[in-house]
Structure formats: C-alpha cells, structure tokens
C-alpha cells in the first residue's frame, strides 16, 4: 500500500491570494488525483495531475483557478488561486496504479483550507 | 452523477453486525464494486473490492447478488471507531481510474 502525505494539513488563507498543497507518495505511482470536499458534501474530482504533462480536468475546474504540478512519479502539488470563502473545503490528494480496476486508491489526510 | 446508490443513514449496536446495503443496477461486466469510508475529518480509507465472487479481508465482508445488481458490506462486529460515511463506487476495468463518489451511508455505531 502507498502512503500520502498532504501538506499543509490545514491553512486560514485571505481572500484574493494563493494556497499550493503538497502532496508526496512513498512510492512511485501511475496516477494521482486531486478530490475538493466541501463541507458536508462528497468528494469531487478536481483532475487528473499527468506526470509530464499538462493536468486533466473535471468540467467545472480550470486551470487557471487549480494549476496543477507532477515533476515525477511520487509528487503533485495543487495551487488554489484567488481564493475565495466558496474555495474553503478541504482538498485531498489520491494516487493508484490502472490495474484493470483491480487496484485501489489511496489517499492523502486532506488540507483543510478556510477562506476569510 | 454517482452510479450507486445507499441509504443515508444507519445506525448498528456496538459488538454486532452492521450490515450496509448498495444499489447498483447498471454496473457493468467489467466494473468492480468498491468499499471506502471516511471517519470525520480524515481521508477515505480503503476497505473492499470484488468484481463477482464473494470477498473477505481482515475488515470486512463484502457479499455481491449472483445478478451483481446490489452488494452489502457486513462489518462482523462493529466496534465505536467504525462510525464513518461509508462509500460504494463502481470501478471499470479500463486505465481510467476516477471514482464517482455519491453521498454515501453515515454509519452511527452505539455503545
């Protein structure tokens, strides 16, 4: 199994500036996804951070509000831009291998992010 | 939209069986049906998968209908520390590994 830590685990953050959450796996892995869960709610995929490339995102979710890194194969980071009070969630990071299906996920803590 | 779907809330006495039912009526062939939860405030953690046969791991027992339209995870002998939101995804076989997830069921357990 892979083990995630997110970081910070959680941030009070302005109005109007940026947040980046770290996210590192222990181990090299195929995929990594970033989840927002707002309060009381499920979770949501944000997109798919690509190693290498530019990050897949879920209709919703532009790139230029959740910028997204993956330099290799065990880290991602995700940067919430202007923020604002809507923005606080908490944000999970995930990661698994394809596996046919056959394969679970793992995820991070979450970084509980609140917007003032 | 979540594929599946579960009971918003349930409630097991401490020391008993809970027993946690999912609908899910248009799984695919090739689709497996997996168990998370999420304890308040943590990430969600793995618990179960299985694809057609029965399965059992050191947390839980997952019992799939022979028509793999509903499956129930059965937790032996819940204890406090299992009250979570408990989550049924359906996952296809193919590379793409995003999960859906619904609203799931909040499992209280009682001393």
């Known amino acids: 199994s892979a083990v995630i830590s997110q970081k910070p685990s959680r941030d009070i953050c302005q109005r109007g500036t940026s947040l980046t959450i770290q996210c590192q796996v222990d181990?090299?892995?195929?995929?990594m996804f970033w989840y927002r869960q707002q309060p009381g709610q499920s979770l949501t995929l944000i997109a798919t951070?690509?190693?290498?490339?530019?990050?897949?995102?879920e209709s919703g979710f532009v790139i230029d509000k959740f910028p997204i890194s993956r330099p290799n194969l065990t880290f991602s980071t995700l940067t919430v831009s202007n923020m604002s009070p809507e923005d606080s969630s908490i944000y999970l990071c995930?990661?698994?291998?394809?596996?046919?299906?056959?394969?679970?996920?793992?995820f991070g803590q979450g970084t509980r992010l609140t917007v003032v | 939209d979540a594929k599946t779907t579960q009971p918003t809330s349930m409630d097991c006495a401490e020391g008993r069986a809970a027993n946690l039912p999912c609908n899910h009526s248009?799984?695919?062939?090739?689709?497996?049906v997996y168990w998370y939860r999420q304890i308040h405030s943590q990430g969600p953690q793995y618990i179960i998968h299985?694809?057609?046969?029965?399965e059992t791991n050191e947390m839980a027992s997952l019992i799939i209908t022979e028509d793999r339209k509903s499956s129930t995870l059965i937790l032996p002998h819940a204890t406090l520390r299992d009250t979570a939101v408990y989550y049924c995804?359906?996952?296809?076989?193919?590379?793409?590994?995003?999960?859906?997830w619904g609203l799931g069921t909040s499992l209280a357990v009682n001393p």
């Open positions: 995930s990661a698994t291998e394809p596996g046919g299906g056959n394969t679970e996920a793992f």
């Open positions: 181990s090299q892995v195929t995929m």
């Open positions: 951070a690509n190693q290498g490339s530019e990050a897949t995102y």
């Open positions: 248009t799984i695919s062939g090739n689709e497996y």
């Open positions: 299985g694809l057609k046969n029965n």
């Open positions: 995804i359906e996952v296809g076989a193919g590379n793409n590994r995003k999960l859906i």
